[in-house]
């Protein structure tokens, strides 16, 4: 059985950082190569797309909201991705989830995404 487990989320004021991690095991992810990704999501919105991390790390991709202030970045002896968040805003405010898509490339879309972690809030105080 394939598990995520988000950690490093808390509250912390506007223009601060926070790094999330998040740890895959189970045997599927030392099979396979996947690309992963974080997203997040606000109470009565969608979860919304982040950043996502090829397989090997060579590519990255973001959404413009956070371009230049998050870096996404893996670890694949750890088995562990990582969200490094600087320069938070009120409106970063929300559940972040870890994400592992059947792809190697970078996964943009969120159907692309077969295993989730149980999420970590982050809350940004203005």
């Known amino acids: 059985q394939a598990q995520l487990v988000e950690s490093g989320g808390g509250l912390v004021q506007a223009g601060g950082s926070l790094r999330l991690s998040c740890a895959a095991s189970?045997?599927?992810?030392?099979?396979?190569?996947?690309?992963m990704g974080w997203f997040r999501q606000v109470p009565g919105k969608e979860r919304e797309f982040v950043a996502a991390?090829?397989?090997?790390?060579?590519?990255?991709y973001y959404v413009d909201s956070v371009k230049g202030r998050f870096t996404i970045s893996r670890d694949n002896a750890k088995n562990t991705v990582y969200l490094q968040m600087n320069s938070l805003q009120p409106e970063d405010t929300a559940v972040y989830y870890c994400a592992a898509a059947t792809i190697s490339g970078v996964a943009t879309t969120r159907s692309l995404y077969n295993y989730w972690g149980q999420g970590t809030q982050v809350t940004v105080s203005s």
């Open positions: 991390i090829s397989w090997r790390g060579g590519s990255t």
């Open positions: 189970g045997r599927t992810f030392s099979s396979y190569a996947y690309g």
